[in-house]
């Protein structure tokens, strides 16, 4: 299994270099697409080496793979972008030939999922996070699932269509101010990291109709405790206090960290009860 660059062809591995020429045959989610990779790289390829693998035809072509590695050969796998079996096709492949008592060598690289999360700073110090992929297409189906991962305490990372990022971060809206990383074009000429109350999303999005071209990583920042939202309420209520009247500041604080109004109210009283008794 090998991963191949998400959009800058200096991502490849030199192991994935050396494989690519050594095998038998390889395996592919596009050969076109493949073809024209292998020869960025320099690597000639007869069309004959190269087997269509994907999500239409891959519980077929995985049994002609498995024939090809029993009589000995080496057989190489590749998705058109990033690490295979992760929202590409690849998973029922690697099910398949383990089943069929032989190995799978995983070759690392390239994942627009680990690529996005290290740019958005989402992960605790457990390393914990949830990858969700793609949501529903259907609005209502897709309302529902983020409802249930609005529970979540951990990072979630979701995968979206140009298409569909609109539609996305219109269904994440209802979670306010929690912080959501957009990443675009990942790796690409463009592109574009950027992090949004969940709110602002879709006004960031219809700024500028060039926000919403290109392949979308979504990463959820975990819901703060109760504690943090305050402690960070308290922290932007005294930024906001010196220059704004007390209720644009507790209103603006709110909505920034998601503490409670009325705790930031309270606080806001006594900072400044605080400054006028000085």
């Given amino acids: 299994m090998v991963a191949t660059p998400i959009g800058n062809l200096a991502d490849i591995t030199l192991r994935a270099l050396h494989v690519l020429q050594l095998v038998d045959a390889i395996a592919c989610e596009d050969t076109r697409h493949t073809q024209a990779l292998l020869r960025a790289y320099g690597i000639e390829r007869s069309g004959a080496s190269l087997i269509a693998l994907h999500q239409h035809n ?70 914990a996070f949830v990858f969700a992929g793609f949501l529903p297409a259907k609005a209502g189906e897709r309302a529902t699932a983020v409802q249930q991962l609005a529970a979540e305490p951990r990072a979630v990372v979701l995968l979206e269509a140009p298409h569909r990022i609109e539609a996305l971060a219109a269904a994440l809206a209802p979670l306010g101010a929690r912080p959501v ?25 219809a700024e500028d109709a060039q926000r919403a071209r290109g392949e979308f990583v979504v990463v959820l920042h ?13 922290r932007v209520l005294e930024l906001l206090l010196a220059e704004l009247p007390l209720k644009s500041a507790v209103r603006l604080a709110a909505e920034i960290t998601g503490a409670p109004r009325n705790t930031l109210y309270d606080a806001a009283l006594q900072l400044k009860k605080g400054v006028d008794d000085a």
């Avoid at 998705?79 to 079996?85: H, L, R």
């Avoid at 799978?104 to 110090?125: K, M, N």
């Avoid at 975990?222 to 308290?234: F, I, T, V």
């Fill in 58 to 127: 891959e519980a077929e072509a995985a049994q002609q793979l498995i024939t090809r590695l029993q009589a000995g050969e080496r057989v190489a796998y590749v998705s058109d972008a990033g690490t295979p079996a992760v929202s590409d096709p690849g998973a029922r492949l690697v099910a398949t030939v383990r089943a069929a008592g032989l190995s799978v060598v995983p070759l690392p690289g390239a994942s627009s999922v680990t690529t996005a999360l290290s740019a958005a700073g989402a992960v605790d110090e457990h390393g």
């Fill in 181 to 205: 990383t957009l990443g675009r074009e990942l790796s690409k000429q463009f592109e574009q990291i950027v992090t949004q109350p969940a709110a602002g999303l879709g006004a960031w999005l």
């Fill in 222 to 234: 975990p819901q703060a405790s109760a504690g943090d939202s305050d402690s960070a309420g308290l």
